[in-house]
């Protein structure tokens, strides 16, 4: 005999458009429950490409809440709306050709000036990150601080979406990041260095080992291998 399963429910509205979906769905999976395709606006579905920016309602709260669909669960009474793309200006350049001893990130982003402390771009990063301080940290040049503290962005561009001055941050951070690798960082010895040593076959007999492994051995080996603290 077939048991039939109460599956709990919330209510949603997806373009004004109301559906009950089992509770717990992502709001990707929700979307796709009530019968809608991802066509644009999806990605990796996991957290780290940022293509699904969302922003909605819950009833009875005034604010405007900012999410990745596929890492944020449906609530009872959330109001979802798609934004077709992200409006946001990346600035073109050429890396090798930047006068990196000014302020490059002022220099082809001047609407940073116009930050207005007031945190918004902060408050809507699905990945909690300190936004409004590495603008803060952009307008003073310091191109190594906007490369830390925006090491986690993955690009959503929520952040931009919100700000009132439409500074685009995460256009700005990705410029910091890419400035700082190509003139900044310091040169990474021990990589050159076992670069080499690959290169001069040094690991060859492990490597070959390791591809003429059984999959169950080396899953084993995978699992049991030295972390770094
Ligand atoms: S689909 Fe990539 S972050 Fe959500």
Do not use: W
């Not at 944020?72 to 050429?94: C, I, K, S």
């Amino acid at each position: 005999m077939n048991e039939k399963t109460e599956v709990e429910t919330v209510e949603i509205f997806i373009m004004g458009k109301r559906y009950e979906v089992p509770k717990g769905l992502t709001i990707m999976k929700a979307m796709e429950y009530s019968g809608y395709q991802y066509v644009r606006g999806v990605g990796c579905r996991g957290g780290f490409c940022g293509a699904c920016a969302t922003i909605y309602r819950l009833e009875g709260d005034y604010k405007l809440h900012t999410d990745l669909a596929c890492q944020t669960t449906v609530q009872d009474g959330m109001y979802l709306t798609q934004l077709p793309f992200t409006p946001a200006g990346r600035e073109q350049y050429d890396l090798e050709e930047l006068e990196v001893d000014n302020n490059p990130l002022l220099d082809l982003y001047p609407e940073l000036a116009r930050c207005v402390s007031c945190n918004t771009c902060s408050k809507s990063c699905p990945q909690d990150l300190e936004v409004m301080d590495f603008v803060n940290e952009a307008i003073r040049g310091n191109i190594k601080e906007v490369a830390e503290l925006s090491f986690d962005c993955i690009q959503c561009g929520l952040c931009a979406a919100r700000c009132p001055a439409e500074i685009p941050h995460h256009h700005v951070a990705q410029l910091a990041r890419r400035i700082y690798g190509r003139y900044q960082a310091p040169e990474s010895e021990h990589l050159e260095k076992r670069v080499k040593e690959i290169a001069n076959g040094q690991f060859d007999d492990e490597l070959e080992e390791l591809v003429n492994l059984p999959k169950e051995e080396l899953e084993e080996r995978y699992e049991n291998r030295e972390i770094e603290e």
